[in-house]
């Protein structure tokens, strides 16, 4: 196991901004961490990096406590904050090369130079950090948070602020990069776990309110899923809205039939045009996109 939080707590004055949360990492697990502003997203990372202290609960990565082997830790894990703090002042290679020198890498040189490859860096490697554009200092960011070859990346919100031409380059970057670790991200942009994630965990008010893959998450039953059917005769409004499962239904032309309903109610209706010999000329369900789904479980 990567990352293991267990009933964890953290308390801003009297806010709870985690409020008994839990969930497992596998390593080489590539985790969406989804939810709204003030969610506790970057709490939850910084209780991970050891940056912060949590009031309760037990929080470990890679079988360390977070608090009792926290040199250890920092060890295994890399960090990119939500707002990264660069030194803009400095030169890229400078500063990789300073940050190396925190982590007491022998090789510094070479490490440095792989890194500058890795991210994508070898045109700027020469500029001052001020001079990079966000999608570039992002790769810094990146750069300075797998230097010392850590076990699990921790990623907050590595693509906000990007214009869509870096933000499609630095998904790729992570995917490269994520392939021999393991990475937890937070987000608030729905297509990118779609894009890059094995799993979604969505955070609302300190609490987990969803862990799975996009797809199940999707089908879950607080989910509603709309169904688009079309009858070769008339039926009436009545009689469809008893139909197991359905929440509402409104017409859209002619026979042409909008459901929404609880799970999938497709084998319902279907068993209502059974009973009343009507025929089911066309039915479709509209695959509701993750942004929809995240809305609905998150009421926002
Ligand atoms: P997210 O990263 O999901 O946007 P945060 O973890 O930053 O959420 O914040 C969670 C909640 O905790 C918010 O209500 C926020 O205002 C509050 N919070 C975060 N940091 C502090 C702090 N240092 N002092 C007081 N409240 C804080
Ligand atoms: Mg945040």
Redesign the pocket.
Known sequence: MSIEVKNAFKYYGEQAALNDVSFKINSGEIVGFLGP???G???M?KIITCFIPKSAGSVEVCGLDVEKDSIAVRRKVGYLP?HNPLYLDMYVKEYLGFVAGIYGLKNKKERVAEMIEMVGLQKEQNKKIGALSKGYRQRVGLAQAIIHEPEVLIL??PTSGLDPNQLVDIRQLILNIGKTKTVML?THIMQEVEAICDRVIIIKEGKIVADDTAKHIQQKDEVKQTVLVEFDQEVSRNQLRQIVGVKSVKQIEGNKWIFTGEGDIRPAIAKFSQQNSVLVLAMSIAEKSMEEVFKELTGN
Request: aromatic residues 0%; proline residues 0%.
């Open positions: 502003n003030g969610a997203k970057s709490t990372m939500e907050d919100e937070s």
